[in-house]
């Protein structure tokens, strides 16, 4: 060890590199991070948790729609962008700090600075020192990506959506994934007017068919306009601060921000994975085995770069298998299978294992078992909004293969949930539990 000046040194202090930052160095190896923006990463600095407090921000929107009925008035009830924002972006400093004393009482070294791989040990600062390590580890992440097309500069992307002045009366949404789903719905209940562009004709490619059929025409039914097949061809700046929004085969739309989430892509660029002759796949991830190892021994990856899922959870857990693989003396890797993930649209969706296309292509022979109800809080406050829950069965075992929901707190409904899924468990183990009544969840174990 004592060749090196450090045992692991970490580009990037996002969920994967922090996680396995801190446990390599509770396994006793000297580590280092370097970090050249802030500590936490997308998902803390501009990414899962700002976004879900605007959600929760934005939420009481309905909450206030539907408290009517509950003997609740709120007359002049106002909403101030400004003052959640700033909330939401101090909120963000106190955890990036709380991320920050999490390395130090590691004892893990900071070093705020870019840094690029030299060759298989050695590391280059933008200061320009070099240092060496034993073992790097390469966790820098993912960066929107922007397609090309005249007056692209002119547009947002996550990483801006969080700092705007003021809320935008219309935007223009670019995507219909996750990102565009989630500020689709944070805008529209903002009260800002919402049209989501796409270049084919899904949202959210890869959920259930049935959830985000129902998902649109809930969205819709609420004011978000969409326009599918229709790529940009420019973006044009108005005198007036405005945009034109030129699509392809339709009249150009008005906006006041154009937001584009059109995907992320591994953050390689110019990262000298070269000089240690590793190789980029086609979209620019670093291509790992199962202990997150690139091409080169002394290299390892996790996290979006690597492209595997991109959610932080996942990172996490690679990061730790990544530790306790190389400093814990115990090999682990990550399993991949039912990986429960939601979209925080308004309403939100959620799914664990195969969704009912994917269970039938795979296994053929399987039973669909669907709840489609109406939550009572929505019957009593009047909302015509229904809930959709479906159970996806192996025949004849009953073996769940994937559930997916829609409706108010799904994500947190199915995170309990995918224990069950995950653990292999089959409709008749859900029908032998007894309901948990009044609830949503309930028809969990009630569907036929
Ligand atoms: P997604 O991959 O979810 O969606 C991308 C959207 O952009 C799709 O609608 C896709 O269209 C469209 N698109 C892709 N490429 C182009 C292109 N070249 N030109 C025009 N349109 C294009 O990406 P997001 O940016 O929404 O999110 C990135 C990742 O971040 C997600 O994959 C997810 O893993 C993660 N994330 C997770 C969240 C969560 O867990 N709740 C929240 C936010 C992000 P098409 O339909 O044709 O494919």
């Not at 991070?33 to 936490?40: L, P, Q, R, T």
């Not at 996806?392 to 994500?411: N, Q, R």
């Amino acid at each position: 060890m004592a060749d090196y000046d450090y045992d692991l040194f970490v580009i990037g202090a996002g969920s994967g590199g922090v996680r396995a930052s801190r446990v390599a160095a509770a396994h006793g190896a000297k580590v280092a991070v370097a970090e050249e923006h802030k500590v936490g990463g997308t998902c803390v600095i501009r990414g899962c948790v700002p976004k879900k407090l605007l959600v929760y921000g934005s939420h009481f929107a309905e909450d206030l729609e539907d408290a009517a009925n509950y003997g609740w008035s709120f007359e002049n009830a106002k909403f101030d962008w400004a003052r959640l924002r700033d909330h939401v972006l101090n909120d963000v400093d106190r955890l990036n700090g709380l991320y920050e004393k999490t390395l130090e009482s590691h004892g893990v070294e900071r070093i705020m600075q870019r840094a690029m791989v030299k060759s298989a040990h050695t590391v280059e600062l933008a200061d320009g020192r070099e240092v060496t390590a034993k073992y790097i580890l390469v966790a820098v992440g993912g960066w929107p990506f922007v397609p090309q097309f005249e007056g692209a500069e002119h547009c947002i992307t996550s990483n801006e959506v969080f700092h705007l002045d003021k809320l935008p009366k219309r935007i223009v949404i670019a995507g219909a994934g996750y990102i565009a789903l989630e500020f689709a719905g944070i805008f529209n209940a903002l009260g800002c007017h919402v049209t989501v562009v796409n270049r084919s004709n899904v949202i959210l490619r890869g959920y259930d068919e049935s959830l985000r059929d129902r998902l649109l025409q809930i969205t819709m039914s609420r004011g978000i306009e969409y326009k599918f097949h229709c790529p940009f061809q420019k973006v044009q700046k108005r005198e007036d601060g405005a945009f034109d929004v030129h699509l392809e085969g339709q009249d150009p739309l008005v906006a006041d921000q154009v937001l584009v989430a059109t995907g992320r892509r591994p953050k390689t660029d110019g990262l000298g994975l070269e000089n240690a002759g590793i190789e980029l796949d086609d979209g620019g991830a670093i291509p790992v085995d199962e202990y997150s190892k690139t091409s080169c021994d002394s290299i390892y990856a996790v996290g979006d770069v690597t492209d595997r899922i991109q959610l932080t959870p996942v990172a996490i857990r690679e990061g730790q298998a990544f530790a306790d693989t190389v400093f814990g003396g115990k090999p682990s890797t990550v399993d991949y299978a039912c990986v429960p993930s939601a979209v925080f649209s308004q309403p939100p969706l959620a799914g664990v294992g195969l969704t009912e296309g994917e269970a039938r292509n795979t296994y053929g022979n399987i039973r669909v078992y669907s709840s489609d109800f109406r939550p009572m809080k929505n019957v009593f406050a009047d909302r015509q909004e229904r809930g959709l829950y479906k159970l996806i069965c192996e025949e004849p075992t009953g073996k769940v293969l994937g559930l997916h929901m829609i409706g108010p707190d799904a994500p947190e409904i199915l995170q309990a949930a995918a224990i069950a899924v995950k653990a292999g468990l089959t409709k008749a183990d859900f029908d032998a539990t007894v309901a948990l009544h009044p609830s949503m969840a309930e028809e969990l174990v009630l569907m036929r």
